[in-house]
């Protein structure tokens, strides 16, 4: 181990993975993560992993509960960044020659774009009440149905301590974003299932069958989480003061988890958190409203799977080195899947585990997972949130054309409408890993089951 190092550092991929995670800085992120005070058992990366603000994208780390750290590099800006999938009764010959149609409905009806307004403006009071209940507000304005709650991580709503300490900048940026897609990464695609590797635990999901109309969405808190985190690194890094300059790298700032910033930040969190629960609910309500519209199914036919979050720092239970610990785990492009018999799965999952979200590029596929048993002492029950970038967004932006990237997706049967030209270069499809080679590997290292594997068949860009 590299000196200073206080745990191993264990990276899950394959030989011919190696090669493009070692162009950035991922592993020796993944080794400076090992060195922060109290980590625990071992400073892990998923195989989606590449470089991010101080922790990898895909890197994950537990520290003790009680005399552990929070560090915010290791929950990322996108707080609660996250995927929610919604299954149809729909075939995909029950949609031939109305793709485009359904695809161009729900552009209209959900904002994207980088600062785009969303559907809901709102006072202060009702983001008041959005930072503490998350889903549930969404619900009782009419923009979901009951059974989403059941259906969402830790119900849709985390403890934001009752009046967390945010800004009014972040207030500001947030409370016109409510039903917004943004941009980035950040789509939602109709997809079609492609094929069920478990037959069983697919019906329970709600997949029921191949060619089954799916819709995923992947967004998170917007301009809210992102001034949150802005925030708390800048007063987190100043609290610090000379230590700071200590660290393998600044970008790692953290707070002792009884600090009182500590606990300041994971109220704001969780705040933030619920606010993008809140947002996937309502853009959810969106989509429901579009295949409605163009194609008259019941709104409430259209039934969410589950809505899971990445970006986040949880305190829950794992096995270490055969004893049971209470930890502070940091998922940063990381996601939880916890296997079966889990009490954090609700009633819903307790017998299959939960579902596990893992979205690819627009031009590919993705994957419904649940979590393996083992995976507790393995990776404290985390997988791959993605397939991961393999290049910048000024390497793509090099790379690719606009017109190159359409005309490969129409060659394969996809329809795209995306809200600039930017964003279809910059998350063109060869921009990121191999999601089946993702997939595989976490399959393989036993962190998460494939259940079943969807492809694009219309996609929504920010």
């Known amino acids: 181990m590299e000196q200073g190092m206080l745990v191993p550092g264990l990276v899950f991929t394959e030989e011919s993975m190696l090669q493009d ?14 060195k922060l005070p ?8 998923m195989p989606d992993i590449h470089s991010g603000y101080g922790f990898p994208i895909g890197g994950v780390a537990a520290f003790d509960s009680e005399e552990g750290l929070i560090s915010p590099g290791g929950v990322g800006y996108d707080i609660n960044c996250g995927v929610s999938i919604l299954s149809t009764e729909l075939s995909y010959s029950d949609l031939y020659g109305r793709v485009r149609a359904v695809v161009d409905r729900i552009f209209d009806l959900v904002p994207s774009g980088l ?3 969303g559907l809901i403006q709102l006072e202060k009071s009702q983001m008041d009440r959005i930072m503490s209940e998350g889903i549930n507000w969404a619900i009782e304005q009419g923009h979901g149905l ?9 119900e849709g709503m985390l403890d934001s301590g009752g009046s967390p300490k945010i800004s009014n900048s972040a207030i500001q940026r947030g409370k016109n974003q409510v039903g917004s897609l943004g941009a980035g990464n950040h789509f939602l695609e109709v997809q079609r299932v492609d094929q069920i590797y478990d037959a069983e635990t697919a019906r ?14 992947h967004t998170g808190s917007r301009g809210f989480g992102h001034q949150i985190a802005t925030d708390y690194i800048r007063s987190i890094s100043q609290v610090m003061g000379e230590s700071l300059h200590q660290l393998p790298d600044r970008q790692l700032a953290y707070a002792h988890i009884k600090d009182r910033i500590a606990q300041d930040y994971l109220g704001a969190m ?32 259209i039934r969410l799977v589950y809505s899971i979050a990445h970006n986040i720092a949880k305190v829950e239970e794992h096995d270490v080195d055969g004893k049971r610990m209470k930890l502070i785990v940091h998922r940063k492009g990381a996601t939880r899947a916890m296997p079966p018999g889990r009490a954090e799965n609700g009633p819903e999952f307790r017998e299959t585990g939960h579902p596990v979200l893992v979205p690819g590029d627009m031009g590919t596929a993705s ?9 507790s002492w393995k990776s404290f029950s985390s997988s791959s949130h993605g397939a991961g970038r393999l290049m910048s967004r000024k390497a793509s932006s090099g790379t690719f054309s606009e017109n190159t990237v359409k005309q490969g997706l129409e060659a394969k049967g996809i329809y795209l409408r995306a809200s600039t030209r930017k964003a279809v270069i910059e998350e063109a499809p060869g921009s990121y890993k191999n999601i089946d080679d993702v997939a595989r590997v976490t399959s393989g290292a036993g962190l998460a089951r494939k259940v079943a594997r969807l492809v694009p068949i219309g996609v929504v860009k920010g």
Do not use: W
């Not at 329970?204 to 969405?217: H, N, R, S, Y």
């Not at 994957?367 to 995976?375: A, E, L, R, S």
């Open 21 to 34: 995670i070692e162009r950035d800085r991922s592993f020796q992120q993944v080794i400076n993560v090992a």
């Open 38 to 45: 109290g980590i625990v058992a071992r400073s892990l990366a």
């Open 115 to 117: 600062g785009h307004k």
């Open 146 to 154: 009951q059974e989403d709650a059941h259906r969402t991580e830790s």
């Open 204 to 217: 329970k999901f709600g997949i029921l069958e191949k060619d089954q109309i799916c819709v995923m969405i």
């Open 270 to 301: 969780n705040a933030a958190a619920n606010f993008a629960f809140c947002n996937r609910e309502v853009i959810a309500s969106m989509v429901r409203k579009a295949f409605h519209q163009e194609l008259r199914v019941p709104e409430d036919s």
């Open 367 to 375: 994957y419904v997972m649940v979590g393996d048993p083992k995976n």
